[in-house]
């Protein structure tokens, strides 16, 4: 970590800790995993609403003034992925509180809607070149990420296609 700022090196810090951390408590619980889900639930919620009440401002003003430029669309992106987790964390910790089981989620237009607000969220992430001049994101990144995006749905397509036709 050479050369890199104390901010970087928090971060990093934090990610790989926070990672240790809920590896740990996975394996402690293993047994009663659920609540671990609850709480986990319950931090995306609170998180995913404080970056919506943050980017929302931001968001209002693109559609008030009408304008679209590379900062505005990842400003809505993150307000659909944020919004996306919410529902979805939201909807656990209710069906949870009520029923105190994990609700069946491979089915669920809840997780649906959830997953292509996400997806709209990053779709708008890969098109905001530009946000920062000169910075965020690169046009290589974003067109790395396109690619990226376009492959692995291509390969998803190929997969389900085989997995139907036996």
Not at 107 to 126: D, K, T
Not at 149 to 157: E, Q
Request: hydrophobic fraction near 55%.
């Amino acid at each position: 970590m050479t050369g890199w700022s104390l901010a970087r090196r928090q971060i990093a810090i934090a990610l790989v800790l926070g990672h240790v951390i809920i590896g740990l408590i996975y394996l402690l619980i293993k047994e009663d995993t659920e609540y671990l889900v609850f709480f986990m639930c319950l931090m995306s919620l609170s998180v995913s609403l404080g970056a919506i009440r943050s980017f929302f401002p931001i968001v209002a003003d693109a559609i008030r003034n009408n304008k679209l430029d590379g900062s505005d669309l990842l400003a809505i992106g993150s307000v659909c992925k944020s919004v996306a987790l919410a529902v979805i964390s939201g909807w656990i910790i209710i069906y949870w509180s009520w029923t105190e089981d994990v609700p069946k989620l491979r089915e669920s237009p809840i997780l649906i809607y959830s997953l292509f607000l996400a997806s709209f969220g990053g779709i708008l992430y890969m098109t905001s070149e530009g946000a920062l001049p000169g910075y965020i994101p690169r046009k290589e990144w974003t067109r790395a990420g396109k690619w990226v995006a376009a492959s692995v749905f291509a390969f998803g397509v190929l997969l389900f296609v085989v997995r139907i036709a036996r």
